[in-house]
């Protein structure tokens, strides 16, 4: 078991921007594709961004295009996602992601290690 922990979540206002971080324990992940998913409670568990091990590739839902931006560093095993002119549609409970294989993969089932979460909660 690999453990991912975020952090970053919070209470923002809508319009307003917020980065999350997530922090890989051990030094295989950094060859790994990873990504951010999302949940809230009436909806499945939906794929936010995704990222190349060597970051060089990014992928995007059409629903955060243009507003979030997510990027690792590897040196601190890290992966961010910065989330900007948010809306209320993006309040939901945020999840990293690792695979054990290379690829991006937009589907829950292709993800091996899950972090806790982090709730992002955008209000008026």
């Known amino acids: 078991q690999v453990p991912l922990v975020e952090s970053g979540g919070d209470l923002v206002e809508i319009g307003g921007s917020l980065n999350l971080s997530c922090i890989a324990d051990?030094?295989?992940?950094?060859?790994?594709?990873m990504a951010w998913f999302r949940q809230s409670p009436e909806k499945e568990r939906e794929f936010v961004a995704g990222i190349k091990w060597d970051g060089s590739l990014t992928y995007y839902s059409d629903s955060v295009k243009g507003r979030f931006t997510i990027s690792r560093d590897r040196a601190a095993n890290a992966v961010y996602l910065q989330m900007s002119n948010l809306k209320f549609e993006d309040s939901a409970t945020y999840y990293c992601?690792?695979?054990?294989?290379?690829?991006?993969?937009?589907?829950?089932?292709?993800?091996?290690?899950w972090g806790q979460g982090t709730q992002v909660t955008v209000s008026s």
């Open positions: 992601a690792a695979r054990r294989v290379l690829g991006v993969r937009t589907a829950v089932r292709d993800y091996d290690y």
């Open positions: 051990g030094q295989a992940w950094t060859r790994k594709p």
